[in-house]
């Protein structure tokens, strides 16, 4: 594939505060925590200083119990330019939720990219700790369920915000009345593109809980949202094998092995827990009634990554099948294609989205799916830029939607066109 970074390179320096990327200078004006890793998969390639400086600064917000905010906020960007800001979360400059653990795979790639560079800021011996503080919080606080698990305890934190996924969960929450809050969301996007006022209430009323509770796992865990994602935990046990080469790197052979097992550990609960047979696809479970969801979301397609999972070819039947049909759709559906409340226009309620492609594209390779993966590469790449850099597309027609000149959708551009399948 040709190499053309000129305009997704332009985005990126658009997006560029000086020490971290917003993913949209309208839209997302602050940083933004798995945003940030699939940004610097890009950077790396532009300039590995600043992929490196775009994760050390996200980490430096890191708790002291080990989570990293979802959110760090920008103090130069006026706090009313995104709700809910600083003064909602009463966390100082960042909010009190989480994302997905993508961030050690990304830190080994940007090691990776320029090993000189890195070892003499000690980059990796730097964020080693920090990484493994991240891990243990989501092994630890988080495994409401006691099955090995990471629980996400708001939409938000699965990155997908009001996937269909969570909305068996989700019914049990009283919205918030809109007339109590000012979205600013619908300032610079479409409503029709964008989560309903009614969603949007029970995000807000879920947030304000848990900041409410002191940000205190084990008391939210009895009372509100808490749902076990395949999703994130597949990105969890895939970012412990990248810690596990990153301890190899810094010459701790016994930590790389603990960090194996705690992988395999992972992926074991992720099938026993998770997985249905009958079905051929990972649900996600809410830990108050026990019962999994039943929508087919994308968030149940991304164990793939993982390359030692022993059900990957009945899902790659399913991803190739009527509800995803990967290959003859432009990226990876975010639902279920052949639901009847598929929306290929609403936020992840159908769309695609182009951090969804690269990472299933990941797991095409790694179980040996070279042509399926090549041509999802090359259709993200073409759809990225056709759009201009669009946040997620029409799976139907490659419409673009949401915001233009999006971080990751142009960083991630960046990466596809700079590897070969």
Known sequence: MDVTWGPAAAVLDENWLGSSTVPSRALYPHQWSWDSAFIAFGLRHLSPSKARRELLTLFNAQWRDGRVPHIL??????????????????????????????HARAVLAVHEADPAGSRDTTFLATLYPKLKA??????????????????????WESGMDNSPAWDGPLSRITPVDPAQFTRRDLE?????????????????????GYRDAGYLDARWSEIGFTVEDPGLNALLADAELALAEIAEVLGLPAAAAAHRETSAR????????????????????????????????????????????????????????????????????????????????????????????????????????????????????????????????????????????????????????????
């Open 73 to 102: 906020f920008n103090p130069d960007t006026p706090a009313e330019a995104y709700f809910p800001g600083p003064t909602f979360w009463r966390a100082g400059r960042t909010s009190g939720l989480i994302q997905p653990p993508v």
């Open 134 to 155: 991240w891990h243990g919080y989501l092994r630890t606080y988080r495994d409401a369920g006691g099955r090995g698990l990471a629980s996400i305890v708001h939409p």
């Open 188 to 208: 610079h996007g479409d409503a029709a593109d964008r989560p309903s006022d009614e969603d949007y209430g029970r995000y807000v009323r879920l947030a304000a």
């Open 266 to 421: 992972v992926a074991k609960a992720l099938i026993e827990t998770l997985w249905d047979s009958a079905s051929g696809f990972f649900f996600a479970r809410d830990v108050h009634t026990g019962e999994r969801t039943t929508e087919y979301t994308c968030g149940g397609l991304l164990p793939l990554i993982l390359p030692d999972l022993a059900v990957a070819p009945a899902l790659l039947a399913t991803a190739t099948g009527p509800r995803f049909r990967l290959g003859q759709v432009h990226g990876v559906p975010s639902y279920d294609l052949t639901a009847p409340d598929f929306d290929p226009a609403r936020y992840w309620r159908g769309p695609s989205w182009f951090n969804i492609g690269w990472l299933v594209r990941r797991g095409l390779v790694a179980h040996g799916e070279d042509v399926l993966a090549a041509r999802l590469r090359d259709d993200l790449v073409e759809t990225a830029e056709r759009t201009g850099f669009a946040e997620y597309v029409d799976p139907l027609t490659g419409t673009g939607h949401g915001a233009r000149s999006f971080g990751w959708t142009a960083a991630l551009a960046v990466d596809l066109q700079s590897v070969v399948d």
